[in-house]
């Protein structure tokens, strides 16, 4: 069984390679395939089809995104809040542990992700199936609910306007606002 695993993730990194390297219209499924260093049989054999790629890949990011959080929150020593500060405090690159340089890479492999999920809306469900896991997080951070869900949204707005290229804010107002929510997020 780790064999399997294993080959999963050769492909999943090569994927991840090609993505941080290169421009997503040039990536093929044979461009993968070459990359990852298997036949197309054994690409086939651990994948059906691209949506299989792009749902493993989505889902292996988020899971690492989530043990960002995880990790971060449990370092942070007030409970209010900490969800938030957690998601703030890695968007600002200014965690508790260590620098994050994770986050960088896992930002920008979500928003391609992001880009090809958006163009095939039933691989959305991946996203979905985390932010329901997330939820749980800000449902019991100590906030009010009010409170905790418009701080949630605000990131994830700043998130998404970076993604999709409509960001028009400058890198320090990011910043400060990102501050502010840290702050906000402090006090019931």
Not at 58 to 87: C, H, V
Request: proline share 2%; with cysteine.
């Amino acid at each position: 069984m780790q064999k399997h695993e294993d080959k999963i993730n050769q492909i999943l990194d090569s994927v991840e390679n090609l993505l941080l390297n290169s421009n997503i219209s040039e990536i093929s499924l044979n461009k993968i395939i070459t990359e990852s260093g298997l036949s197309k049989g054994g690409f086939f054999h651990y994948f059906k089809n691209k949506d299989d790629l792009i749902i493993a890949l989505t889902e292996r990011s988020m899971e690492i995104y989530k043990t960002l959080i995880i990790d971060e929150m449990n370092l942070d020593p007030n409970p209010i809040g900490r969800f938030i500060r957690a998601q703030a405090r890695l968007m600002l690159g200014n965690t508790i542990s260590k620098p994050c340089y994770e986050y960088e890479r896992l930002e920008t492999i979500g928003q391609v992700l992001l880009l090809s999920l958006m163009a095939n809306p039933k691989l959305l469900d991946t996203y979905r199936k985390c932010y329901s896991d997330f939820e749980q997080f800000y449902r019991n951070d100590g906030l009010a609910l009010s409170k905790s869900m418009l701080l949630n949204c605000a990131i994830d707005g700043l998130w998404m306007a970076k993604s999709i290229g409509v960001q028009i804010h400058s890198k320090e107002e990011i910043n400060e606002l990102l501050e502010e929510i840290i702050r906000s997020s402090s006090e019931k």
